[in-house]
Nanobody, 121 residues
Framework: VQLVESGGGLVQTGGSLRLSCAAS????????MGWYRQAPGKQRELVAT???????NYTDSVKGRFTISRENAKNTMYLEMNSLKPEDTAVYYC????????????????WGTGTLLTVSA
């Protein structure tokens, strides 16, 4: 399984950017995908998740500014980020959680290598 993030970069405060995560090598059931971020000196934190049926969840600090979406047929996930703030600066990681399709239905968890977002003041 390979998760490839793209779309990071340098943007000014108030700007917008879209991150993408393309998953390949999927031979199991995807239960959810999500974006996490890790700022310098801080722990990795959840940003947003989207389940197989399209249900979404956001951390409070990005609600109303970020939108997570998926193209199931392409196994691709997006994060549309608007009204960016300097505190959004972090490495953003794609995460995929799934389950094998046959018993014993093993839980799977994969991470991308991350893409850096820098928001200048």
């Amino acid at each position: 399984v390979q998760l490839v993030e793209s779309g990071g970069g340098l943007v000014q405060t108030g700007g917008s950017l879209r991150l993408s995560c393309a998953a390949s090598g999927i031979t199991f059931t995807i239960n959810s995908m999500g974006w996490y971020r890790q700022a310098p000196g801080k722990q990795r934190e959840l940003v947003a998740t989207i389940t197989r049926d399209g249900s979404t969840n956001y951390t409070d600090s990005v609600k109303g500014r970020f939108t997570i979406s998926r193209e199931n047929a392409k196994n691709t996930m997006y994060l549309e980020m608007n009204s960016l703030k300097p505190e959004d600066t972090a490495v953003y990681y794609c995460n995929l959680k799934g389950t094998t399709t046959t018993w014993p239905y093993i839980a799977l968890n994969y991470w991308g290598t991350g893409t850096l977002l820098t928001v200048s003041a």
